[in-house]
């Protein structure tokens, strides 16, 4: 029988391929350990695999389900490190897909994120993302201050596939940039700021080749190459696309196309119309066979230049004509992507909304509205070992209200002595169940003694005629202080005491079993006769 595989190791296999330049192998990798593992650490591990690899891959769709699963996944089991990488890789994705508002509330989150509880590394990639969206949103200078701050943490942990993703991206904002400078009428700027994207890809480059990331140096290769023949560094340019073919791994379609486009781009400049027309044409086929209807329109584009070029108007006309139809369906599959992808960007909005109000009604009483018996509990266990006291409190001769005026008049009761209790200065107040309630004071300053006082007090004083001629309301309460050596809890003891301010005549408050045990014995020696067992 064949051994199954380590899902940890087959996540670093995937980490490998992911590096290698095989992005289309890792993605393979990483989705069959998502749907096969049964732990829920390494399935996030794995989610976060396919959320990237797609993002490599083109796949924007199917990445920012893997992104939205893995950032569900991370909230569940409190790990807030790989919940700022899943909203990084969502804020990516999305941009992708052209929902940049949504992209950059992402990314922002995710910066956040991870500068309370991220490591460098994940703050890096968060940095990336909001560089990328704030790209997108027409703030390059913004951007670079991000893309920057990126590569300084990049270059701090090691980590040489990451840094030369952020280099590529900081030349990409300078490159953009330029082209502001030029609009602007700043020929000068534009040059300085394209020398220095042409200098940031060079680095790119050369950290990609540096630890055989195939993938990342494809990548910074071509844009590394657009900036050149702007600047009409063509020898260069030449020289370092004739590299691509060499470069570590397996190129998928998008990267494909993205070469022969650029060399297509590149031979127009250099004055070979032919090849040029060549290259496109074949990028062209490659990217209709594919469906990729963003490259067919890279692609048109760049023929209808090369034809007009050429002197061929007619052919340049076609061309354009086939351009704009591509537009147009560009913009239909895009608003295809979009709706998907805000379908699921918002439906996990909407389950974690849904989730976190399931999650305060489940520590919330119904009826009146404030913490219930769970809420106390847990509060409980967090101010274990802390100073800490505890009051039961009781509506006294509750039964008698129901009976003689109506339950509905007594929950009434219930929802304003809650009210009343909600303003007391404690950490929490809590309906037990029933007539039954609790106030929780946590700190060394508490003033628990006062503060039951007052509201026990405030309780009694309440004018609840206006809810019923002749209706009066008491409570007993009975108080506690946790003690390091004490031979029952708060809790146990605070019950006692309320019972011991029930036996000795009501509408009190008991704090001390000295006192408690006397009055109670006070209280029995003067009743009826009729009463004694």
């Given at each position: ?193 394209r020398n220095l994207a042409v200098d940031l890809g060079i680095e790119a480059v050369d950290t990609a080749r540096s630890c055989g990331d195939g993938w990342m140096l494809r990548l910074a290769l071509t844009n590394t190459v657009e900036y050149l023949g702007l600047q009409g560094q063509l020898e260069m340019a030449r020289a370092l696309l004739l590299q691509w073919p060499q470069t570590p791994g397996t190129p998928g379609i998008r990267e494909t196309v993205h070469h022969l486009y650029t060399d297509g781009e590149l031979r127009m400049r250099e004055g070979d119309l032919e090849g040029a027309r060549r290259m496109c044409s074949e990028a062209f086929d490659l990217a209709e066979a594919s469906g990729h209807t963003d490259h067919q329109m890279n692609c048109l584009r760049r023929l209808a230049e090369i034809a007009e070029r050429a002197g061929d108007l007619a052919t340049a006309l076609y061309n354009f004509k086939r351009y704009h139809d591509s537009y147009r369906r560009n913009e239909g ?201």
């Amino acid at each position: 029988m064949e051994q199954a595989l380590n899902p940890d190791l087959q996540l670093t296999e995937a980490r490998r391929l992911g590096r290698s330049g095989e992005p289309a192998a890792a993605l393979r990798v990483a989705r069959q350990v998502a749907e096969l593992t049964t732990e829920d650490a390494t399935r996030l591990a794995a989610l976060l695999r396919v959320a990237w690899h797609s993002l490599q891959l083109g796949e924007a769709n199917a990445g920012l389900a893997a992104a939205v699963a893995a950032r569900r996944l991370a909230e569940e089991l409190g790990n807030a490190d790989r919940r700022a990488a899943a909203h990084s890789l969502a804020a990516w994705l999305l941009l992708e897909l052209g929902l940049t508002d949504e992209a950059y509330l992402e990314a922002d989150t995710a910066v956040a994120m991870a500068e309370a509880d991220g490591a460098p590394l994940t703050l890096a990639h968060a940095l990336n993302s909001k560089g990328m969206a704030l790209l997108y949103s027409q703030h390059a200078d913004l951007a670079e201050q991000h893309f920057r701050w990126a590569v300084k943490v990049a270059g701090e942990v090691e980590d040489a596939s990451a840094l030369s993703l952020f280099l590529s991206n900081l030349a990409y904002a300078l490159a953009d940039l330029a082209d502001g400078r030029e609009r602007a009428g700043d020929p000068e700027e534009a040059k300085k700021h394209r020398n220095l994207a042409v200098d940031l890809g060079i680095e790119a480059v050369d950290t990609a080749r540096s630890c055989g990331d195939g993938w990342m140096l494809r990548l910074a290769l071509t844009n590394t190459v657009e900036y050149l023949g702007l600047q009409g560094q063509l020898e260069m340019a030449r020289a370092l696309l004739l590299q691509w073919p060499q470069t570590p791994g397996t190129p998928g379609i998008r990267e494909t196309v993205h070469h022969l486009y650029t060399d297509g781009e590149l031979r127009m400049r250099e004055g070979d119309l032919e090849g040029a027309r060549r290259m496109c044409s074949e990028a062209f086929d490659l990217a209709e066979a594919s469906g990729h209807t963003d490259h067919q329109m890279n692609c048109l584009r760049r023929l209808a230049e090369i034809a007009e070029r050429a002197g061929d108007l007619a052919t340049a006309l076609y061309n354009f004509k086939r351009y704009h139809d591509s537009y147009r369906r560009n913009e239909g599959e895009q608003a295809r992507r979009r709706a998907q992808a805000a379908q699921i960007h918002f439906e996990s909005q909407h389950h974690r909304a849904e989730a976190e109000r399931l999650a305060a009604e489940v520590l919330r009483d119904p009826l009146t509205g404030i913490a219930n018996r769970r809420a106390l509990e847990q509060q409980l266990q967090a101010v274990a070992g802390e100073p800490h006291s505890i009051a039961i409190v009781d509506i006294d001769h509750f039964k008698a209200i129901n009976d003689n005026h109506s339950h509905m008049l007594g929950d009434e009761v219930l929802r304003q002595v809650s009210r009343l209790l909600d303003g007391v200065p404690a950490s929490l107040a809590a309906r037990l169940g029933g007539e039954e309630f609790a106030l929780l004071f946590s700190g060394n300053d508490r003033n628990d003694r006062e503060a039951c006082e007052a509201v026990r007090r405030e309780i009694a004083d309440y004018p609840w005629s206006r809810l019923a001629p002749g209706l009066a309301v008491t409570v007993s309460i009975g108080l506690a202080a946790a003690e390091a050596n004490a031979p029952e809890p708060a809790l146990a003891r605070a019950d006692r005491r309320l019972y011991a301010a029930k036996s000795a005549g009501r509408n009190r408050v008991v704090a001390d079993d000295a006192v408690s045990e006397a009055r109670a014995i006070a209280h029995r020696a003067q009743r009826s006769p009729r009463y004694a067992a």
